[in-house]
């Protein structure tokens, strides 16, 4: 089974700090995401990446920036760390690349931040 | 670009009563679709898909949903739950020409009371 797994469960960072939030995985996956998940809204996405070096903005790109130096690796970064950005954040990587495959996205456990 | 709506954003039942939870999407244009499951403080698990071919899909756990092209829906469904069903139900969407990147709706908490 694919496993995406994030570095840290729960995390508590004070304002103005610079935060990274690790994801790896073990299946060769192309395509890997970052979302944050907040109640009642879902999940949103921050950024994606299709290759190494790769990265497009998502839907709320805002203060978050993204790192993949190597395939299996997929960082988010909080340059300056606000309270707003308290959230879960997931992980994900898929199957396929952009064309024909079953699409599935396999999620990490998820970071919980906390931005005191 | 693609949207995703849960109707409902919680929906208690008692144990073995039959379930829907609703979902609707913007685009019939090539789209799949997708269930996902999050139990208590974990991530997101794939309940099941559809992607093409018959528009009823089912999961190994007995929950189903089918595809509805007219209507634009893909309800989820479940004649009996469980407990255990307990969780927070997501719906999304990939559409072809946004690279496939999955819109999820805003989620159905389901609590099954004893």
């Known amino acids: 089974d694919v496993k995406v797994t994030q570095s840290s469960r729960y995390l508590v960072k004070r304002t103005g700090e610079k935060v990274f939030l690790e994801c790896v995985q073990d299946?060769?996956?192309?395509?890997m995401f970052w979302y944050r998940q907040d109640p009642g809204l879902g999940l949103r996405l921050i950024y994606f990446?299709?290759?190494?070096?790769?990265?497009e903005k998502g839907d709320i790109p805002e203060g978050y920036s993204v790192s993949r130096e190597k395939k299996e690796r997929f960082s988010l970064i909080l340059e300056s760390a606000s309270t707003n950005q308290t959230s879960m954040y997931l992980c994900?990587?898929?199957?396929?690349?952009?064309?024909?495959?079953?699409?599935?996205?396999?999620f990490g456990s998820g970071t919980r931040l906390t931005v005191v | 670009a693609q949207s995703v709506t849960q109707l409902d954003s919680q929906v208690p039942v008692f144990e073995e009563a039959p379930v829907e939870l609703r979902c609707n999407y913007s685009?019939?244009?090539?789209?799949?679709l997708f269930w996902y499951v999050q139990y208590p403080n974990q991530g997101l698990q794939l309940l099941l898909k559809?992607?093409?071919?018959?528009?009823l899909v089912e999961s190994i756990n007995g929950f189903e949903a089918e595809f509805n092209k007219s209507q634009t829906s893909f309800h989820l469904r479940k004649p009996s739950v469980h407990i255990s069903d307990t969780a927070e139900y997501f719906c999304?969407?990939?559409?072809?020409?946004?690279?496939?990147?999955?819109?999820f709706g805003k989620g159905t908490l389901l609590t099954v009371n004893p």
């Open positions: 994900a990587s898929r199957e396929g690349t952009g064309g024909a495959g079953n699409y599935g996205y396999t």
């Open positions: 299946m060769d996956h192309e395509n």
């Open positions: 990446s299709y290759d190494v070096k790769m990265k």
């Open positions: 685009s019939s244009v090539s789209v799949y």
């Open positions: 559809y992607l093409s071919g018959s528009t």
């Open positions: 999304a969407a990939a559409l072809r020409g946004s690279n496939y990147k999955l819109t």
